[in-house]
């Protein structure tokens, strides 16, 4: 067995040694969606007060609405009822200002051209906040009685700014 995964199920044994309080229902009891980074630094459910079960938390390089985040959000939405999103990106995000000119495929060897991919860069974190935010409030996936926020993260003091956006 590979030892990273020996190691992750050592811990998961542990894990469900600790008879871990697992909410019954799927549906998020708070009826909402988070957006946020996968930066290490972020505890998006601590920081947020919430508790597992409460609310769906979508994650992905620089918080962005991609596709597959509308894709999640319409489930979110239409199968397990949440009724608000809140997009958080942070300060300090890697995606900020990173070159994704140099991003490239790592193989030509696999018989046809690479998909190419969009990595929704961003050189400003408000900007990128507020063109996320009209994404989702103008599409018709997204129902006009949702609610949608975007709040930005200080990422170093884990605190929130409201920016009204
Ligand atoms: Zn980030």
């Known amino acids: 067995m ?4 020996a190691e992750i199920l050592e811990a ?4 469900v040694a600790g008879q871990p309080t697992i909410p019954q229902a799927a ?3 708070k ?5 946020t980074c996968m930066d290490v630094r972020i505890d998006p459910l601590a920081l947020l007060g919430l508790s ?18 509308l894709r999640s959000l319409v489930i979110s939405q239409q ?3 949440t009724r608000a999103v809140i997009l958080m990106p942070h300060t300090g995000c890697g995606v900020l200002g990173l070159d994704v000119g140099k991003l490239r495929p ?4 696999a018989g046809e051209p690479p998909r190419p991919l969009d990595f929704h860069p961003m050189d400003d974190l408000a900007a990128a906040l507020a063109e996320d935010l009209r994404l989702l ?17 200080d990422t170093a003091e884990g605190s929130l700014l409201y920016p009204g956006l």
């Not at 998961?12 to 894990?15: A, L």
């Not at 409030?137 to 993260?153: A, F």
């Open 2 to 5: 590979p030892p990273l995964i």
């Open 12 to 15: 998961n044994r542990h894990y």
């Open 27 to 29: 549906t998020p009891t």
């Open 31 to 35: 009826g909402l969606a988070v957006v």
């Open 52 to 69: 597992l079960g409460q609310a769906h938390v979508l994650r992905n390089a620089g918080a962005r609405v991609t596709e597959d985040v």
């Open 79 to 81: 199968a397990l009822g």
């Open 106 to 109: 790592l193989r030509g060897d």
């Open 137 to 153: 409030r103008g599409s018709p996936w997204i129902g006009q009685d949702v609610e949608i926020h975007g709040l930005i993260l």
